[in-house]
């Protein structure tokens, strides 16, 4: 069998990391990305969720599709604008 050599700029940090981890389970780094290649042919997609966003935008885009916690309840139209204007919940 013909072998294909692939090279990967990362980040040393994560080098170091990566090795440490591999070492731990017994492997070495040319053996993890090819369980990793394989299991991406294998299964047509990338092997794990790969999300741009955070527990709370997960929590309110579940809400919004099952029509539930769509909107918070306010007492009055000033709680309402100083809720709109809280930069600290903002995502």
């Known amino acids: 069998m013909c072998m294909a050599m692939i090279s990967v ?3 040393d940090d994560l080098k170091k990391e990566t090795e440490e981890v591999c070492n731990e389970l017994g ?4 053996t993890a990305v090819t369980i990793f290649l394989k299991k ?8 794990f969720e790969v999300s741009m966003y955070n527990e709370k935008v997960t929590q309110a885009i579940e ?3 099952n029509g539930t916690n769509l909107s918070r309840k306010f007492h009055s139209v000033d709680e309402l604008f100083e809720d709109l204007n809280d ?3 903002k995502v």
């Open 9 to 11: 700029r990362i980040d």
């Open 87 to 89: 930069e600290s919940d």
């Open 63 to 65: 809400n919004a599709l």
């Open 40 to 47: 991406l042919c294998r299964e047509q997609r990338i092997p």
């Open 27 to 30: 492997l070495n780094m040319t």
